[in-house]
């Protein structure tokens, strides 16, 4: 099962085979983990969101269109359920340098990282991590973000000086 | 975005860190629960979007003349077109009506089967 391709699986999944959308979440569950843990600096928090995330996505399988991919599908619905999240809770909207560094990691080097994105505006920090921790293209995270081409560019740029300026005051000057 | 390969590299490598997959068993088997939990309320929703219809569908038929008369006309037509055709010498009317109840059946029941293939 896990040597099949996504378009393989989801076309499985849809047809109610849930040992494929098993094989689906084992391939993309530590992405998109990792993606919302690092957008909310809440670990049970960004792990209940990846579960709403998969929740959703395995009652929509039957409309997944197949034009923009599994992983972007999948990490749109993602990005939706921390936005919606967001909107129930705005008080919570910016993060603050307290947010636990991710566990297990190198404390300090997570807990600087976690409080260089906590600069960030929330469009700034998912742009980022979409673009340059997950590899997406900037047309697919615009497709996520539900955003201009455009502005993910400005959003990207402004981010990454942002992140530069904060590692480079915290002694991560370049090699 | 024209990227700068190393730079970008250096960035991807801090943003990931050493995020580790922690209880990755124990998130699989959360939402293996939950996952449980909304196909088993599945099969319901199927009966309940395909009951009503077909139920409307007897009903009519049964209390409504022109409708049973309707449905007798499609069937004697099946014949005919059969019949053109030359297949099924001894096709008549009641093979008909009992193939088109075989079939409205079948779709009735898929929703069943499907759970308990």
Redesign the interface.
Known sequence: MNSLNDTVLVGRAAL?D?RA??AL??RH??PL??YL??LTGD?PLA?DL??ET??KA??RIGTFGGLAGFRTWLFRIGYNAFCSHRRGEHEAAELDDSLPA?????PD??HD?QAA?ARLRTEERSA??L???E?FP?AKVAAIMHMPVGTV?SH?KRG?DK?ETF?KQNG?E?E | MKKNKSNDERLRDLLRGDVPDVERDFFEGRLRHKLDRVDACRPARGWARWLPGGLAAAVLLVCHRQAWEGVLALSRWVVEVVGWLGLFGSLDVRWVLAGGLAVVCGVLAYPLAKRWL
């Open positions: 109610g849930r959308f098993d979440v084992s569950a530590l983990r990792r843990l690092r670990p792990d990846a579960q998969f929740i395995y009652c991710a566990e297990g990691a190198d080097t997570a990282v994105l980022l991590l673009h340059y921790m590899d900037v560019k990207l990454r992140l590692l991560y370049k």
